[in-house]
């Protein structure tokens, strides 16, 4: 199973952004998707997810409000988007897929991507 992410970057504080999740080698509808966070010297850091089945959605209280989590299983495609930006966002945010129906803990996550890089900066 192979997740791929990409739109990370360079971004203003107060900016916006998306970031993308494709994933091949399972059957994306029967995956619960969810996104995650890393700064250097700290724990990976839940940030969303989205369930299969309907796509009901749950987030982390740091950018709930600010962040939406979709998937299109048609696309095989997760993203996260995220508006009003702070310094405090900036990380490596990590897709990651679990046979699970629902958890936060990054450990009952089998797949995850490589990472992208997410600064907040003016």
């Known amino acids: 199973v192979q997740l791929v992410e990409s739109g990370g970057g360079l971004v203003q504080p107060g900016g916006s952004l998306r970031l993308s999740c494709s994933v091949s080698?399972?059957?994306?509808?029967?995956?619960?998707m969810a996104w995650f966070r890393q700064t250097p010297g700290e724990e990976r850091e839940f940030v969303g997810q989205i369930l299969r089945n309907g796509g009901t959605t749950y987030y982390s209280t740091s950018v709930k409000g600010r962040a939406t989590i979709s998937r299109d299983d048609a696309k095989s495609t997760a993203y996260l988007q995220m508006s009003s930006l702070k310094q405090e966002d900036t990380a490596v945010y990590f897709c990651a897929a679990s046979t699970e129906y629902y958890t936060r803990s990054p450990d009952h996550y089998e797949y995850w991507g490589q990472g992208t890089q997410v600064t907040v900066s003016s």
């Open positions: 080698g399972r059957t994306f509808d029967d995956l619960l």
